[in-house]
């Protein structure tokens, strides 16, 4: 066995690109002369790795970002009297990455110096994107978690007096929490087997409409999630046909948002189901729709249930659809099916503009509360759905039992 | 005429095999299940048909009294004798929105798919992917809140730099006193919420590049850069494009965070610095019931414009995305 040691090896592997390989070792060996084919190592440049930064590029970018930094500082503060921290960061960045292109350019070659910018420009910018990402959160959560206080879960805003001293602890968030949940709980038990179907239809079934519906649900995601809500309200409540402003009616635009993210979602779960498991089910005798129930849903269960986690967490976070259809309400409403009824968005929404600094408070808090929801969810869907290596087990065993199934029917028929 | 031996021996033989049809007939379970699920897959169909159809005919009271000035005018005057309402400024502003959205995600939306796809370190790829992947789950209203309270503050000095320094451009000229609540603010929310759709779906677009092109690519000698320009970016175009289309609807159809940040004013004004704006969403969302009847109609005509707009960009995207090269098994 070769090991990384051998000297042939290595050298072979790591010589640079584009360095000069000795002409020996370019030409063609003849078949009788195999064994001396390997030149000497001598023969080869000294090997480099094609990724080894040496102390000298770490030179120049630093010293580009320093000369960017003089240069910027000099033209904003000496010569133009600009002002402003961002628009200075802005400027320096600019002339920093051209001083470091031009640098790089000049010292190593240019398609080097593209390759630098490039990477610089890439990094910083998921760079910014992450660190943006991990600022809301954590600036949500530090902001709200000082104002969540053990009334919060326990009691409404029904006694709320701004003027004690007290508020804080004698206004909560349960009637919000508990609509929340019944609204996104009934979206779910109506979006979730609709949402399976179509994706089986789609995958499964083939029909002479998938392409169609594909594309339809597709922009169907795309539909703003307030023109979900005054769809409702222009087939339910207007013309008060069956239901008013309640819980159930938010249920139902919750549904039309959730449909397609956990069709799409679910579509591309049993894409991957291997279709050889299919087959093996359909040449055992088993029909379509037992295939499906036996075989491919229950593969592709762990996914199944990630679309249904993330649907619900991006469910409990719409505000937009609620207006038209909850209502929002100060008091516990337990009834999903009659009158108005709080949800955590809209508390969050109806409290950001108050002038009263309590309310502002009961936003902060109500706003960690949901964050929270959405994160053990999101957490919750990626452990779930995390790829496992012993699928398979269970999976051969129910096929067997289909086996078995047939062959006792083929015996039960002779 | 001459018969090959080819032929002589597909013709069935007398005694031997004969062919059967494989036609198989369907039993009526599976025909009971494959109806179901067809009537379940195009309900879809309805369902879209029905939105667009309700909106319409609930706003057709105001659209007899405002027509095709919905429009062309702007203003919510619904109630009293002189009625004047319409979208036009909310559609400019909505456009603004977009706009300044997607200038501000794109480029880094891309940086971050290409960086979690070809430089993040192996370990902690997942974990970027996850918090990326979080960032579209973050409730629009958790936007807002942060938008209005933690980054407007920070990025004042910037608005005023730029209104200052680089007036002279029409965009960043600024008439009001004030640079807070404007549509470039609400447009750089949005566009920060919209950066991780479009970068989570470059970035599934991105990883089914074919190996054995990349390597070919960086065996030729090219740099990583090269590669990447070369290889995976005209791999991944449609769904790059299609994933920027659908960030833009998105932007287009974005309700709280704007709601909250954008303060409601309808000008039509290049000056996308200064206080006030409105979207068609917003519109709807902050007079909901309270212009009585007309008003409900009017809004019910605005949803439905919303919904024709957004359905129209969604729509050209995925055509543009099965109609390009890119990854066969992809689509948005």
Redesign the interface.
């Known amino acids: 066995m070769t090991t990384i040691d051998d000297p042939r090896v290595d050298g072979l592997a790591l010589v640079a ?2 360095a000069a390989v000795d002409a020996s070792a370019l030409q063609r060996p003849s078949v009788a002369d195999m064994p001396q084919a390997i030149p000497p190592q001598r023969a080869l440049p000294t090997p480099i790795r094609p990724r080894d930064v040496g102390w000298a590029d770490g030179a120049l970018l630093l010293g580009a970002a320093f000369s960017a930094y003089c240069a910027v500082w000099v033209v904003f503060y000496q010569l133009t009297l ?6 200075f960061f ?1 400027c320096w960045f600019a002339l920093f990455l051209a001083v470091y292109g031009f640098v790089t350019a000049a010292v190593v070659d240019p ?2 110096a ?2 630098r910018v ?2 610089v ?6 760079l ?3 660190g ?3 600022y ?2 954590g ?2 959560v530090l902001r709200g978690l000082s104002h969540v206080t053990t009334s919060l879960f326990l009691k409404d805003q029904a006694h709320f007096e701004p003027s004690d001293p007290n508020v804080l602890h004698e206004v909560g968030i349960l009637h919000a929490i508990i609509g929340s949940f019944e609204q996104v709980g009934l979206a779910a038990t109506i979006a979730v087997p ?1 949402a399976v ?2 994706a ?3 995958n ?2 083939r ?1 002479r ?2 392409r ?17 809500g ?2 409702i309200y ?2 339910f409540i ?1 013309p008060h046909v069956l239901i008013g402003k309640s819980g159930i009616a938010a249920s139902l635009a919750l549904f ?1 948002l959730m ?2 993210w956990v ?1 799409r979602t679910t579509e591309e779960v049993l ?1 991957l189901v291997p279709s050889g498991l299919r087959e093996a089910s359909l040449a055992l005798g088993a ?3 037992r295939t ?1 129930w036996s075989v491919v849903l229950p593969t592709a269960r762990s996914g199944l249930i990630t679309a249904v986690l ?1 649907g619900v ?2 469910a ?5 659809p609620l ?2 259809t909850a209502f929002g309400s100060q008091v516990m409403n337990v009834n999903p099916f009659h009158d108005p009824q709080g949800a955590l ?1 809209l508390v ?2 109806q409290n ?2 108050q002038a009263q600094a309590v309310l502002l408070y009961l ?2 808090a109500t ?1 960690f509360v ?2 929270m929801i ?2 053990v969810l ?1 957490v919750l869907a ?1 452990v779930v759905g995390r790829p496992r290596n012993d699928k398979r087990a269970p999976l051969r065993t129910r096929l067997t039992s289909l086996a078995l199934q047939a062959a006792r029917r083929d015996r039960g028929a002779a | 005429m001459s018969v090959t031996a080819e032929a002589v021996r597909d013709v069935p033989q007398p005694g031997g095999p004969r062919p059967i049809s494989i036609r198989t007939d ?2 009526v ?2 025909q ?3 109806v ?3 009537a ?6 309805v ?2 048909f ?2 667009g159809l ?2 319409l ?2 706003g057709l009271p105001a659209l007899r009294i405002e027509g095709f000035r919905f429009v062309t005018t702007s203003g919510f005057e619904t109630i009293g004798k002189n009625l004047h309402f319409g979208v036009a400024a909310s559609l400019f502003g909505t456009f603004v929105v977009a706009t300044v959205a997607l200038v501000v995600a794109v ?6 798919a ?3 796809n ?3 370190p192996e370990r902690s790829r997942r974990f ?1 992917t ?17 938008g ?1 309270f ?1 980054f407007q503050p ?2 004042v ?2 608005c ?3 209104s ?2 680089l007036a002279w451009i029409p965009f960043f000229e600024v008439t009001t006193p004030k640079v807070t609540a404007s549509l470039f603010v609400a447009g750089m929310v949005v566009g ?1 919420m919209i ?2 759709i479009i ?1 989570s779906v470059t970035r599934e677009v991105f990883s089914l590049t074919p190996q054995g092109e990349r390597e070919a690519a960086l065996a030729l ?1 090219s ?4 590669m ?1 320009r070369t290889v995976v970016i005209p791999f991944g175009r449609g769904g790059m494009i299609g994933a920027i289309m ?1 960030g833009l ?2 932007a ?5 965070a704007v ?2 940040i954008l303060a409601e004013s309808f000008v039509i004004s290049p000056h996308i610095l200064q206080t006030g704006g409105s979207t068609v ?1 917003a519109f ?2 902050i007079h ?1 019931e309270s212009g009585g009847p007309t008003g ?1 109609a009017a ?2 005509l605005a ?1 439905f414009t ?2 024709l707009f ?2 129209a ?3 050209a ?2 055509a543009i995305v ?1 109609r390009s090269r890119s990854g066969a ?1 992809v ?2």
């Open positions: 690109p584009g600009l002002s402003g921290a961002f628009g802005v398609e080097t593209k390759d490039f990477v420009l890439v990094v910083s910018g998921a910014l994107v992450l943006l990402l991990v809301i959160v600036w949500v609709v179907v179509t089986v239809y789609l499964e079934v029909g409409f998938s169609v519906v594909r594309t339809v649900v597709t922009a169907m995601a795309g539909t703003p999630s307030i023109v979900a005054v769809f222009s087939f207007l039309i449909l397609p069709t894409r029909p379509e729709w499906v993330l967490a991006i409990i976070g719409e505000t937009a207006i038209y968005p969050v929404l950001v503009r936003a902060y706003a949901l964050i959405v994160l999101f990626r | 369907r039993s379970q599976d009971v299940y494959r179901i699920t067809s379940t897959g195009l309900g879809t169909l369902l879209l029905l939105i309700f909106l005919l609930r480029p880094v939306a891309l940086a971050t290409i960086f979690l070809e430089y993040a970027l996850a918090v990326v992947d979080l960032g579209a789950a973050i409730p629009s209203v958790i936007y807002g809140l942060w209005i933690e920070n990025l000095g910037f005023t730099w730029l200052r320094h920060l950066v991780p970068a000698g740099s990583r850069f090269g990447i659908l609807g998105r287009l159809g974005e309700t709280i709601v909250i969403a709807i969302a909901a409900t809004l019910m949803g919303l919904f957004t359905m960009v969604n729509l995207a995925s099965s098994g689509e948005l």
